[in-house]
């Protein structure tokens, strides 16, 4: 009975790679999303379908978001050395809260082949972060954390570099 299981459940899984980690960095004092530099972000950079930032505790309610699948709007290819600037956009966005929690999603599928069905697989990165103001600077560093782990009243503990 296992056996007939298995082939199951396989079926119904996300492919492999479908959930990564996005990547945060500084840009301009403002936090920039991008994705994280693998082979095949690299040789095929992942199509962007929209960008979310959410408070992490406040239900998902997006603080700003870019939607790219609007009318007259292209979606971009985002290879790993480029970013998403928060706030770029129509949108307006807030300014972020030093000691306040959030989530980004970055939505999107690999390019695939034009005209070949199937080849095209989603992808979502995603990596939660606070902000913290630099000092005498006047400009809010983004740090990244781990969204499992992280209490929501409190800014989450620090993961290392290149985690």
Not at 51 to 58: F, K
Not at 74 to 87: F, I, R, S, W
């Amino acid at each position: 009975m296992v056996i007939l299981l298995l082939p199951m459940m396989a079926e119904g899984s996300q492919p492999h790679g479908t959930y990564q980690r996005a990547k945060i960095q500084a840009h301009d004092g403002v936090p920039c999303f991008g994705v994280p530099d693998t082979r095949e972000t690299r040789a095929a950079p992942p199509i962007i379908a929209g960008v979310t930032v959410a408070e992490v505790g406040m239900g998902h309610q997006p603080v700003w978001q870019r939607i790219f699948l609007r009318e007259g709007s292209t979606e971009p290819a985002l290879p790993p050395d480029q970013c998403l600037a928060y706030g770029a956009g129509e949108a307006a966005a807030p300014t972020l809260g030093v000691g306040k929690r959030y989530q980004v999603v970055l939505s999107g599928y690999t390019p695939g082949t034009p005209g070949r069905e199937g080849e095209a697989q989603k992808r979502v990165f995603n990596a939660c972060f606070h902000v913290e103001e630099v000092a005498g600077k006047g400009v809010v560093e983004p740090v990244v954390s781990d969204c499992a782990t992280a209490p929501s009243s409190a800014p989450p503990p620090v993961l290392p570099a290149g985690k």
